[in-house]
């Protein structure tokens, strides 16, 4: 199965401190793959390397064959990433706001015109659409982020805490759309989360980390038995403490 999203040995020092130490692992094509970690072991500092919002220390990150460090541009169109200090412009809509980042990403207008409708739609943005976005709730904000996210229709799709702030309504929708993106529409996606029922439903395999070493990687099922636990959330406190 392709390989679309490849950390090979990604390392990051801010000034004496080092973030993330010698990280590797690999997404297949089609894959739901959970980053996992206590606050402050590195796991936005991972996903910022993979999508090239920072420059490693070393090592190197690859999307969909394209290594963000030398083809960054054809990395980046590759992707869509969605984090959770990544606000929506206030004053514009959500009509507006797809139409916007489609155009940055130089998408042709017919292709994102057609594209924004069924965001649109999937996402259940359409009584909301020519709202200005600051008028918007929380959950529809995500809604909208999301679908900014995938306006141009990328291989490969980085969630960092999608689900955080939203109702139980809200987030199962998230949820059931992360699902159908990646096991409907062969996407491969990256989920970061702490809430580790919503990784136990989704995620084929999962990497943690911890003071950014990688601690496991690999299934849910080899990460509890390595452990010797029988529920998730054990397995990881087993797993980070070790």
């Not at 491969?188 to 580790?196: A, E, M, N, Q």
Request: with cysteine; glycine share 8%.
């Amino acid at each position: 199965m392709q390989t679309l999203i490849e950390a090979r040995k990604l390392t990051k020092d801010f000034d004496k401190f080092r973030a993330v130490n010698d990280l590797s692992f690999e997404v297949k094509k089609g894959e739901i793959f959970g980053l996992l970690g206590p606050n402050g072991a590195g796991k936005t500092t991972t996903l910022r390397m993979l999508s090239g919002l920072l420059t490693p220390t070393s090592g190197e990150a690859f999307i969909a064959g394209h290594s963000m460090q030398h083809d960054q541009l054809a990395a980046r169109s590759a992707m869509g990433f969605l984090t959770g200090d990544m606000d929506l412009y206030r004053r514009l809509t959500p009509v507006e706001v797809l139409a916007y980042f489609a155009k940055l990403y130089g998408v042709p207008k017919a292709q994102w015109q057609a594209k924004g409708k069924q965001l649109i739609e999937a996402f259940g943005i359409s009584e909301f659409k020519d709202k200005h976005c600051e008028k918007l709730s929380t959950g529809q904000k995500q809604r909208v982020s999301i679908a900014r996210t995938l306006i141009h229709d990328p291989q490969v799709v980085i969630l960092d805490e999608p689900t955080t702030g939203l109702d139980i309504m809200a987030s199962e929708f998230i949820l059931q759309f992360i699902r159908r993106m990646a096991k409907e529409e062969g996407k491969t996606v990256i989920f970061s989360t702490h809430h580790l029922d919503e990784v136990e439903r989704l995620c084929d395999r999962i990497a943690i980390i911890h003071k950014g070493e990688l601690q496991h990687y690999g299934t849910i099922a080899e990460a509890k038995s390595r452990s010797g636990k029988e529920k998730l959330a054990e397995a990881f406190f087993q797993l980070v403490d070790a």
